[in-house]
């Protein structure tokens, strides 16, 4: 009888153990290297106000159709959510780079697979870096 019962519970936990493997492989896997990524994913600014890059990151943020769920200044990380149809996820974080620089990197998600393709990426970067002119030379846009 205890045979019997073994039995099961160790298909079920090879089971569960199996979808867990998938499921994490899935989610890491990526056809590009994650250096290529990252190269894409992150970008320097000439400035060391953090408040003002994490204003700005809002900004455009919520210029591009995000609604911002959450933002935090103490680890400087902004999070946003994109309904168009779809669910795009963004995470954006920022840290000091030297004395005078802050690096901004942003980490996106098409449902739950991460965006690999540069151009999200790029378009966000391009309407950062045209704010952050804008917002060093006190233009209202």
Known sequence: ???????????LAMTVSACQTDSRSQVLETSKSQVQVRSYQT????????QKMLRTIIAT???????VDKADATLGTVSATKLDGYL???TVTTRARGTTQTLVRANAQYNIMPVED??????FFDALSKAMFLEGHQVDA
């Open 1 to 11: 009888m205890k045979k019997f019962f073994a039995f099961p519970m160790i298909a």
């Open 118 to 123: 540069p151009a999200p990426y790029q378009s």
């Open 88 to 90: 795009l996820r963004i």
């Open 61 to 67: 943020l919520q210029d591009l159709g995000f609604v």
């Open 43 to 50: 970008r320097a600014y000439d400035t060391t106000d953090q």
